[in-house]
């Protein structure tokens, strides 16, 4: 039986440059798709590409309009091809209207001086905190996660505003599918809009661009295998209907997998 | 007399979608103009275009290739227009060669709730430091800045190896030039490579891409006008070649006018 992850990231290639999918009932958002499994379209899109060389460092996903139910195309083209690095355009469009834009760089890791500065949020172990089916009845997709937050779980009814919009959860696929660059590129949009937790409550909101840095190489997602890891994010500033979230993910012996950046509309 | 800054965002219209702009030996990096005058180059494209609406909200610049000395042309185009923003995606090439590629999003702000959660650091005026000259030693383009560095000021010759990568300035435009949008977007780009810090020496180092998330209206930039802004900067991760960059700019009241995200690429 296919993962659901798996069914939601297959594409069909209808040429060269053009990837065809769909979108799958269990990955509904509030309006359209999860933005995280677009992400991981897309980064399985350069992946197909007979062009591609190396492996995801950084992705933008501007997300333009809403995904509607049903088939979507994804153009694709390596603007520019370095010796060890690779620029890609990638455009999602259903009917000729365009959806969601993006940029994906990709590259070749190669061994060098290297250090992690940040450091993890100490917090219990994944077997030490309940997992809460919260965030599931808000949206479909997070059904499809196990997740056991830390810290800054999904206001409920009788919540106050928090002066803290930083959530932090323990995060796995609830069937055990293995990290690998597109479910990473999911993770890292994991986290409900901070303004739910400023406010106390749930509104209008959604992702209009992201940008991820991929600094785990493929032996460190391979150490990751299907357990949990340690998601966590905060706010910035909100202002004028927008905010900015940056976040980290890391693997549960402390390796910096992603680390990652969002700008959110919201609305009151 | 013309601006360094305004001769360098200075563009022509060749047609509606596409503009032509030239480098300026004074904003020349170690290859290349300074990411940050590119920056600023296609928010300005934006900002000329007539289908433009709102004012920006984030900014993604893949620097694909080297821009050689010369003119260059932007192509750009609106992929999506929504009720209250707009989506746009950007070419800069020189012929026919793409070097750079962006995405960018405009939009119109709205006085909604806000809170700005982040913390400018604490630091002596800008009065009360010494400006220096040290970067203008390495590149060209930081002789037309006033830098004053609170924290972690460029590696000397006699440098050791430094434990943080955070560097702390207040930085303004020599010839006191107000900020606006594209200024800002400049000045996000304004910090020496992170490595440099923690190896203390000056290596091959450069942004392969860079995201901006501006989060000052109109009125808070007037409000900057030609003051100093504090600009402060930290890796998160080092390896395989490259880091990634987060950062804040603040205005000398406590505003923070943009937070901005980088991925660099670096030898040794």
Redesign the interface.
Known sequence: MTHPFDSAIYLDTIDTNTRRGRTHPEWANMVGPFGGITAAVLIRAVETHPDRIGDP??L?V?F??PIADGDFDIALRA??T?RS?Q?W?L?LSQDG???T???A?F?I??????????RPPTVPAPEQIAPSGDQGRVVVWARLYDMRFADGALPGEESQPSP??TTTLWVRDNAKRTVDYPALAALCDIFYPRVFL??GAVLPAGT??L?T?F?A?QQQLDSVGDDHVLATA?????????F?Q?A?VWSRDGV?LA?T?Q?V????
Chains 1, 2 share one sequence.
């Open positions: 460092l950084a933008t501007n333009a309009g603007a520019r370095n690095n620029h355009i455009e209207e365009v959806k834009i993006a940029t760089l590259g890791r190669r061994d060098t001086w290297g250090d992690t500065e940040a803290s919009s400023r406010r209009v661009s940008t840095y600094h190489d905060h706010a910035n500033r909100f202002s004028n209907g927008y900015d940056s980290q910096l680390t950046h700008i509309y919201f609305k009151g």
